[in-house]
């Protein structure tokens, strides 16, 4: 299922996370992995919806839909 890109609504969550995830996210930073840890979480939903069939966005960012391509 794909939305069109003018549904895109923009929405803030708030996410309660453990030191580990914390720290995990932080040294994927460090080493240059993602750029912050907004990437990391946009990344993970991305492949967490395509394992599931949804595509309900296209690339917001080009230089991100490049880092998620390359680290597949």
Known sequence: MVFP???KIVENVC??????YLDAMEGLVRKGVYGS?????????RRLFRHYGLEPFGAEEPEEA???KETE
Request: glycine share 0%; charged share 45%; hydrophobic share 45%.
């Open 37 to 45: 840890r907004r990437e990391i979480v946009k990344d993970a939903l």
């Open 5 to 7: 890109l003018s549904e």
């Open 15 to 20: 996410v309660a996370l453990t030191k580990p």
């Open 66 to 68: 490049e880092k998620a």
